[in-house]
């Protein structure tokens, strides 16, 4: 069992650390004021190819791997967790499901865009009386000559304020129920569709977190993805490997709210010496990295049984998404904890990461959806 990272996987972890320390970590307290989305530095995450981490080299991709994706999410998420989850999206709910299932025709129009930076992706399946329960989803699509008619509301669509082309949900036969959803690649712009309300996050909040209204929304029949009735299957598919960005998102913002942790412990004095002294701060600290490693590490098994191909990583991305996400509402409450009164202001860094770590906790399936999928699968 090897763990170390390959050359190319430690070149990337490095570039991105650096980029993470000079570009992202001092706009993070800047957006999260201001919820401006980041297109000045996503510009720039383009042209090092983050945008299309996983994304084939003919297509406009850098052509890595997903253990890889996963060291790039962890890294901006440690220094910005907005743009952490906007590049996650735009990789792995957005590119990955248009490389993966969409036809040639399909790729080469909407991949290169979403690689250079010219449009940033969006992933369209939740709706006002649909999370969890994704297969209830009430959007509907029908087919009329040469376009889908398609009609409903999708509610709290990460990039979705700022995003031009979308991978949206309806279904195409409700009598199938989930068997007759589909999936379809819409563009910002075609006839019917429209952005409403804008999210007023807790946190994440340069993230352009808006509902999408489709009004007899035209959409040319060849956008559909795959075929009619595929929809359920890419969306589940496509969230196994979402789990792992999240998972890798969240250990991220844990790793940085530990070195905060460090740093002022070391700082601070009580009692006359820095309370890095007191064994209850140490053990604080100790209790803190461990699970941060261990979270880290089914995130990367859950990336490496992807990369492997040989089998389903279903359980292994819940796993990883779940644990790591319930570390990191544990790590920013201890970091606050030991910033004392300090850390309950805005003028340090863990305050931000502790409202940002909530979210790891819902989106991309609950806490409590993740140990569903684990049992079941253990149950069977």
Not at 3 to 23: S, W
Not at 49 to 66: H, N, Q, R
Not at 96 to 123: D, S, T, V
Not at 218 to 245: Q, Y
Request: net charge negative; glycine share 8%.
């Amino acid at each position: 069992m090897n763990f170390d990272l390959t050359d190319d996987q430690k070149l990337i972890k490095d570039m991105v650390h650096d980029f993470a320390e000079k570009e992202l970590k001092e706009k993070a307290v800047e957006i999260d004021k201001t919820q401006e989305f980041p297109w000045d530095t996503l510009k720039k995450m383009a042209e090092l190819g983050l945008l299309g981490i996983i994304v084939p080299e003919e297509y406009g991709g850098a052509g890595m791997d997903f253990i890889s994706l996963a060291i790039a999410i962890e890294e901006i998420s440690r220094a910005c967790a907005s743009t952490g989850v906007i590049v996650a999206v735009n990789n792995s709910l957005t590119a990955y499901p248009i490389e993966h299932w969409g036809n040639e025709e399909q790729k080469r129009k909407y991949l290169p865009p979403l690689c250079k930076g010219e449009n940033i992706g969006a992933f369209a399946l939740t709706e006002p009386n649909a999370g969890s329960d994704a297969a209830s989803i009430e959007a509907t699509a029908r087919l009329e000559d040469d376009y889908y008619i398609l009609n409903g509301t999708k509610r709290f669509i990460t990039n979705g304020g700022e995003a031009g082309i979308f991978v949206v949900f309806a279904s195409t036969n409700k009598e199938l129920k989930h068997k007759g959803i589909s999936a379809f690649i819409i563009e910002d712009g075609f006839s019917g569709f429209s952005k409403g309300k804008h999210e007023d996050l807790m946190g994440l909040r340069a993230t352009a977190n808006c509902e999408l209204i489709f009004e007899d929304c035209r959409v040319p029949k060849e956008n559909l993805i795959a075929e009619e009735g595929m929809g359920f299957k890419i969306a589940l598919g496509t969230i196994d490997v979402s789990r792992i960005d999240i998972g890798a998102q969240a250990v991220g913002i844990s790793q940085s709210a530990l070195e905060e942790s460090i740093k002022y412990s070391k700082e601070r004095k009580q009692f006359g010496k820095p309370i890095c002294e007191f064994e209850f701060i140490q053990g604080m600290i100790a209790d803190m990295a461990t699970k941060i490693e261990a979270a880290r590490l089914l995130v990367l098994k859950a990336a490496y049984i992807k990369d492997n191909g040989k089998k389903r990583f279903s359980v292994e991305s819940a796993m990883a998404k779940w644990y790591a996400s319930e570390v990191v509402v544990d790590v920013t409450r201890q970091a606050i904890q030991i910033h004392g009164g300090y850390g309950y202001t805005k003028d340090y860094p863990v305050e931000r990461m502790f409202r940002e770590s909530k979210l790891m906790e819902i989106y991309e399936g609950t806490s409590e959806v993740q140990k569903i999928v684990i049992a079941r699968s253990l149950l069977r």
